[in-house]
């Protein structure tokens, strides 16, 4: 069980009448590629919120790196990284900045700030655009480098909120490739998102409609028990019991 | 510590890295420093009279001589009719019309006894109040003056006479500017440091990067303290700079000590800025910051104590005042700038400014939840 | 037509979505009006003196007991050495002192003539000036008590009528004072702000590649900036008439509609600010700490105009509100018409339509 890296149990938010999420109960091993999938509305980012110690749950337990939810958010916070739906770094400030700046609250070392900034400029071929403000960047480098931003403080387990929102197939393709570099590093990665073919590349994924989990297994085997031909099927056939909305 | 140095040199790359706010910071109050003490003429001068002769004798005209001669009035227009006297008023030609009537000079001389009238624009009380209390004055000095010629011996003086002698103590030559400039320097340093923090942090909240520090370790007092300092220091920039106009421009040197103006000022900014970070915390885009902080700025601005008198107040009135950190600052700046009052003096307000800012500050960190 | 018409449907749905936006708008002219109405007055009154009376005789105590009647004064403490005087003024308790010189009644009686000093804290110079103003009128009239009834001969009396404001209210001055301020800077702010926040967050680019014109756009952002300020309006004339008992003894469609004028103006103003700034925190501090103290300087409701020096007299010409004051002022109180007040309603049509022309001169400029 040392390896279990998420450990949810009957976890639910309610806002006032509506139950944003509605007892979820799942665990998420180190090293593995988590897909967290669902319609708009269906409770995905309350859930990864409440997981990452930004919003308080309601009920339930919940266990993330070891850390339980309610009393020790702040040591959570010290082993994940967060990437957010809506583009989260300072757009006046260089990439060098930002690295530096993150890495810094997250009280990493100079010298390793130093050189693994080398290291990720490298990496995302972002060498020349160091010393760039960060707005002048393409969509598609923003969200590598945020990505990369993430999990710059090497967590045991990143969160990312549909990280790969309005960029282009060719940009997606090379940001799972991050994905799989930083997993293959150990890094356990939770991931929501819109596009099918992403979660053919989860090693897990679940599927939640209305606050709930439908259905959680390897996409093949997601296949199999839908008798369907792709994970889009097996999402529609799920998705289309959603009695809310967007 | 460390991770506060970390937030400092952002939050000052992110200043340096936007010169129109920061040129604003610095040129608005350096314009508004220089141009408008010169507004805050309050002595009633230049009171425009109508006048309305009926009797036009040489008593009328000796009167109307001593009335323009006084450097109160100036006579901008001579009236035949009430009617045209009443339109002067209205449009606003005249503040105060001043009917003599016919056979004046003649009841005077022969009934010993005539009556004035005069009219004022009372929309403005004090405007009316003073000028009138002037006119009155002069008319009882001419009187006097016919007295005089009438009564040739008197046996002796049966006027009683209460000589009045003033003094004019902290700023004798009545330079309304002293009070004013650092008034006003007082009232930009509020609506600055209020908003600077307020719309700062709710940008973060509307951006998202608020959410990106939420979920790191940073702790919450090392994030208020990273937004504190540097919009502390500017602060403390402008309030030198608004004391360099004031000495530069006009001549204002505080008579008390500049250690105490500091240290009330460093306070000061600090429950200012508190007030931004608390407002920000209640905020959920920049405008819902902007309005609450436009409502509080009236407020405390016209309820300072700088333009109107706050000992004039209702009492619930009053009591408002109390909970206005402004009406503290413009006490203290007029007890060290122009009284030359001691540390002793200023205690009180030290302490409430150092209350201020310990309440402000800790509800806006209590009220900063990192978790919803 | 109906495009525009969906704009600013649009419009309104964000600005009634946003329920706390709503409810200060609304409540803040309401909350300020009453507290200005009733509290601010530039009279001075109750003012804290202290009194060094070296003669305490029967005179200089029936003077005293005079001043402190009056509702401009509050004898709070006495004094026995000007030092005492002086640290009480250091610590800022009190605002005048009355020095009576010893042998008052002795010499009042035997001489008919004594002294009285008075001491202001001419700190601030237009307190002290009233206030010795003040002063020597109590003394004026605990004199001619003493005289009583030997009748003077030779005497002429004045007869004082007020005009408009009998009781000298400080709100007939301060209604139309903070009238001008809060239509002025809530819309100038308000409009500024959301068009910028349009271009910032990027949604402003979106409504442009629709066939719509850019300025229709803008316009229709104004809109609903409009009506609420009519809503503010009618508040504030209500509050006015039925809670501060300030008349409106002139034409109200004239002073609506005035209002309703000077509430383009700020329109435009706002909109105009919106085409030279990049970020909403630029918008807000231009609009806010760059207009509110002239506002109040430089309007003619705190300080009077022709008092300034010509330059600033000249620059006081260029703040919208100076107008409306003299408007409501005019139209309200004094029951004047257009025939008084169409000089300052063609210079307020003037400026609406000068920072209304800008904006879309520097709007079109933007877009190409």
Not at chain 1, 92 to 114: C, H, P
Not at chain 2, 218 to 243: A, D, E, N, R
Not at chain 2, 295 to 300: D, E, G, K, V
Not at chain 2, 330 to 359: E, H
Request: charge should be positive; include cysteine; proline fraction near 4%.
């Amino acid at each position: 069980m040392v390896d279990k890296v998420i450990i949810a149990d009957k976890l639910t938010k309610r806002f006032g009448d509506f139950t944003a999420v509605d007892g979820i109960s799942f665990d998420v091993s180190q090293g593995e590629i988590f897909g967290f999938l669902g319609a708009n509305g269906a409770g995905k980012t309350t859930a990864m919120r409440m997981l990452s110690g930004l919003s308080m749950p309601t009920s339930g337990k919940a266990m993330v790196a070891g850390y339980d939810v309610y009393k020790e958010n702040e040591k959570i916070k010290r082993n994940i990284g967060y990437m957010s739906q809506k583009f989260s770094l300072y757009e006046d400030l260089t990439v060098r900045e930002n690295i530096r700046f993150y890495a810094g609250i997250y009280g990493k070392s100079n010298a390793f700030i130093k050189e693994k900034t080398e290291l990720v400029l490298k990496q995302l071929h972002l060498t020349s655009e160091a010393d760039k403000l960060v707005k002048s960047l393409p969509l598609g480098w923003k969200q590598k480098l945020a990505f990369s931003v993430a999990i710059f403080h090497e967590p045991k387990l990143v969160f990312l909120d549909e990280p790969t929102g309005g960029v282009d197939p060719v940009t997606r393709r090379e940001f799972w490739n991050l994905i799989y570099e930083a997993a293959a590093e150990g890094i356990t990665v939770f991931v929501t998102t819109h596009y099918m073919d992403e979660a053919e590349y989860c090693n897990r994924v679940s599927i939640m409609v209305d606050g709930r989990i439908d259905a959680l297994d390897t996409p093949a085997q997601l296949k199999k028990t839908f008798a369907a031909q792709s994970m889009d099927e097996v999402f529609l056939k799920l998705a289309r019991k959603a009695v809310r909305g967007e | 510590m460390r991770v506060l140095r970390f937030l400092l040199q952002k939050e000052f790359r992110q200043i340096f890295r936007d010169p129109s706010i920061l040129r604003l910071i610095f040129i608005m109050p350096v314009i508004q420093l220089v141009f408008l003490p010169f507004a805050a003429d309050y002595e009633v001068r230049n009171i425009k009279l109508a006048l309305l002769d009926r009797d036009h004798s040489a008593y009328s005209r000796a009167l109307v001589n001593k009335i323009t001669a006084s450097g109160y009035f100036m006579l901008t227009a001579n009236c035949v009719s009430f009617q045209e006297a009443r339109a002067a008023i209205e449009t606003d030609k005249a503040d105060i019309i001043l009917d003599i009537p016919p056979a004046f000079e003649k009841e005077i001389v022969k009934e010993t006894e005539a009556t004035l009238s005069m009219s004022v624009n009372a929309i403005n009380g004090v405007k009316a109040g003073l000028g009138s209390a002037y006119l009155q004055r002069i008319i009882m000095d001419f009187n006097q003056d016919i007295r005089t010629e009438w009564i040739q011996f008197p046996r002796f003086d049966q006027d009683t006479r209460i000589a009045v002698t003033f003094s004019n103590w902290f700023n004798t030559s009545m330079n309304y500017k002293v009070f004013m400039v650092p008034g006003i320097l007082v009232l930009l340093l509020t609506m600055i440091g209020a908003n600077l923090t307020a719309i700062n942090i709710v940008r973060e909240k509307e951006i998202g990067t608020i959410e990106q520090i939420n979920v790191t370790p940073v702790q919450k007092s090392h994030f208020i303290l990273g937004k504190l300092i540097p919009f502390w220091i500017l602060g403390l920039l402008v309030f030198t700079l608004g004391l360099g106009i004031a000495r530069l421009f006009y001549g204002i040197i505080p008579a008390g000590s500049l250690v105490t103006l500091y240290a009330f000022a460093a306070v000061y900014l600090l429950a200012v800025l508190g007030l931004g970070l608390l407002i920000s915390t209640y905020a959920e885009n920049q405008q819902q910051a902007m309005l609450i902080s436009f409502f509080l700025m009236m407020i405390f601005i016209l309820m300072g104590g700088l333009y109107t008198s706050i000992d004039s107040m209702p009492d619930w009135a009053k009591a408002i005042t109390k909970a206005n950190p402004v009406s503290y600052f413009i006490d203290v700046i007029r007890m060290l700038v122009l009284k030359g009052s001691g540390f002793g003096d200023i205690g009180y307000q030290l302490g409430i400014i150092t209350g201020f800012a310990l309440v402000l500050n800790g509800w806006a960190v209590l009220n900063y939840h990192k978790r919803s | 037509m109906k495009q525009f018409i969906s704009f600013v449907k649009k419009e309104f749905h964000h600005i009634f979505r946003d329920k706390r936006t709503m409810i200060i708008l609304l409540a803040m002219p309401v909350v300020q009006i009453i507290i200005f109405g009733f509290a601010l007055t530039n009279e001075v009154k109750n003012s804290k003196i202290a009194v060094w009376d070296q003669s305490k005789d029967e005179a200089s105590a029936s003077l005293l007991s005079q001043l402190d009647a009056s509702r401009y004064f509050e004898i709070v403490k006495p004094v026995f050495s000007t030092a005492e005087m002086e640290a009480e003024f250091k610590k800022g308790k009190i605002r005048m002192a009355v020095v009576i010189p010893p042998k008052f009644q002795e010499e009042l009686v035997h001489f008919n003539k004594a002294q009285v000093q008075f001491i202001a804290d001419a700190s601030d110079p237009n307190v002290a000036n009233t206030l010795t103003t003040y002063a020597s009128s109590v003394v004026q009239d605990y004199q001619s008590r003493i005289t009583g009834e030997k009748k003077m001969p030779y005497a002429i009396s004045t007869r004082v009528r007020m005009l408009y404001n009998p009781e000298l209210k400080g709100a007939y001055n301060f209604v139309p004072g903070v009238m001008a301020m809060v239509l002025l800077l809530v819309c100038t702010m308000m409009t500024a702000i959301t068009v910028v926040r349009e271009r910032e967050t990027g949604t402003m680019e979106i409504m442009l590649v629709s066939p719509a014109k850019p300025f229709r756009i803008v316009i229709a952002k104004a809109v609903p900036y409009f009506l609420l300020s009519a809503v503010n309006i009618a508040s504030i004339l209500l509050l006015s008439v039925y809670v501060l008992d300030v008349p409106v003894n002139g034409s109200l469609a004239l002073l609506v509609g005035e209002s309703l004028l000077f509430t383009l103006v700020s329109l435009a103003l706002g909109l105009f600010i919106s085409t030279k700034v990049a970020t909403q925190q630029t918008a807000l501090f231009i609009s806010l700490v760059g207009l509110l103290l002239p506002t109040v300087m430089l309007s003619g409701f705190m300080f009077p105009i022709e008092n300034m020096p010509p330059p600033l007299q000249a620059v006081s010409h260029a703040v919208p509100a100076r107008w409306f004051y003299n408007i409501v002022r005019s139209v309200m109180i004094k029951g004047t018409g257009l025939e008084v007040v169409w000089k300052d309603t063609l210079i307020l049509v003037g400026m609406f339509l000068f920072f209304g022309g800008l904006a879309i001169k520097n709007f079109k400029i933007r877009l190409s």
